[in-house]
């Protein structure tokens, strides 16, 4: 577990324990705006501690990029705030917690939903979460421009490879909203897991995406089975370390669902 500084209002939680899972704080002045939760409860009590410290603020507010277990689970150290999601998150919520039998979260309400973005803070200090899938059905990002920081969630991933092997991962929107960040003025980018980066990673993730979608289309047109578009030689490579088969694992999905009329 680290601590870290990213900026003048910004620190994150990296969880070294599983994947580098980050959560993050954001000093919106009003307020503090907690963003994911990590993977254990204790450590997010002593995160939110010593948030509250660092800024001298009480007052705060948390949301969720996403209802990926591993972004939930400390959620117990939050549940006295107001809790902001967007209104794609409560399905696959309900489903990991009946699946992973959490009996404490059976009865978790949010706050507030929003259905496509939402602002938080005011003017000069505001930040704004938006729903674009990509990972999940229910992903989302957060963008602080006061500090071109990009609060990405799962829909970038660094120090290991993306991870796009969910029944709802969906690669179209996967590039929909990487192009959409490349509109934006980023300087820092927060993953959900790894460590913090820069635009450039974007770009290589982004182009990585478009050929691979390139790639799966053809490879349906020419009704190619899976075990030959993971042998074929234009199979794009990527980037990143993949000792888990990540990779491989989310072009078997993303192919078994592609429709090419």
């Known amino acids: 577990m680290k601590f870290i500084n990213v900026s003048e209002s910004v620190w994150i ?34 995160f939110r501690k010593k948030m509250h410290k660092v800024f001298n603020q009480e007052k705060a507010i948390l949301t969720l990029t996403h209802a990926n277990n591993d972004h939930f689970i400390g959620l117990e150290a939050f ?3 107001p809790v902001i999601v967007s209104d794609k998150f409560m399905l696959p919520f309900h489903n990991r917690v009946k699946s992973m ?17 939402i602002i938080f803070g005011s003017e000069g ?6 729903l674009t899938g990509g990972h999940t059905d229910d992903s989302c990002y957060g963008y602080y421009p006061a500090e071109k920081i990009l609060i990405a969630g799962d829909n970038i991933i660094t120090d290991m490879s993306q991870f796009f092997l969910h029944p709802d991962s969906n690669l179209q929107k996967y590039i929909k909203c990487l192009k959409s960040w490349k509109k934006l003025d980023i300087e820092t980018i927060i993953p959900g ?11 290589k ?4 995406f478009e050929r691979l979608n390139d790639f799966l289309i053809q490879a349906k047109k020419s009704d ?7 042998k074929h030689k234009d199979l794009p490579k990527y980037f990143e370390p993949d000792p888990n088969n990540w990779i491989r694992k989310g072009i078997e999905q993303i192919y078994r669902n592609l429709n090419v009329s």
């Not at 200090?125 to 938006?130: N, R």
């Open 101 to 117: 039998e959490i009996k404490k979260f059976k009865s978790f309400v949010p706050t507030k939903t929003y259905s496509s973005s």
């Open 79 to 81: 549940m006295d705030l």
């Open 205 to 208: 993730v982004l182009t990585y």
């Open 13 to 46: 939680c990296q969880d070294s324990q599983y994947y580098l899972v980050n959560s993050v704080c954001v000093n919106l002045g009003s307020e503090l705006l907690f963003v994911d939760t990590g993977i254990n409860s204790l450590v997010a009590q002593k």
């Open 224 to 230: 190619l089975q899976i075990h030959e578009i993971l």
């Open 125 to 130: 200090g505001s930040l704004t979460f938006t």
């Open 193 to 203: 897991h790894g460590n913090i980066t820069n635009p450039a990673h974007i770009s």
